[in-house]
């Protein structure tokens, strides 16, 4: 599957932004996808998860309450709701894909290119 995020921009603290991963292909719905992001300096850390057929949602403690991702099998996407925007949010975050259905925070198969998203303060 191929992936490809988008929907990054600068906002202002407090703002919100609204990421979409759109993927490839005809088995979009067999896969667990995942946002991860990465600021400047640091490690690529998770965000959310989804199961695969949206029942079921995953975040980090750094995210839950503001950010919310949810996924349209019927459109290949998945999107990353994120509200009440925070200068640490800013990093370049990514979409993933997977088929195993282990813990949703590792083992992603396929990665998209990032998009960036900057707060400002």
């Not at 759109?22 to 850390?45: D, I, L």
Request: hydrophobic share 35%; charged share 15%; net charge positive.
């Amino acid at each position: 599957v191929q992936l490809q995020a988008s929907g990054g921009g600068l906002v202002q603290a407090g703002g919100s932004l609204r990421l979409s991963c759109a993927a490839s292909g005809r088995t979009f719905s067999t896969y667990v996808m995942g946002w991860f992001r990465q600021a400047p300096g640091k490690e690529r850390e998770f965000v959310a998860a989804i199961s695969r057929n949206g029942g079921s949602t995953y975040y980090s403690d750094s995210v839950k309450g503001r950010f919310t991702i949810s996924r349209g099998n019927a459109k290949n996407t998945v999107y990353l709701q994120m509200n009440s925007l925070k200068p640490e949010d800013t990093a370049v975050y990514y979409c993933a894909a997977k088929n195993d259905i282990g813990q949703v925070t590792i083992n992603y198969e396929y990665w998209g290119r990032g998009t960036l998203v900057t707060v400002s303060s």
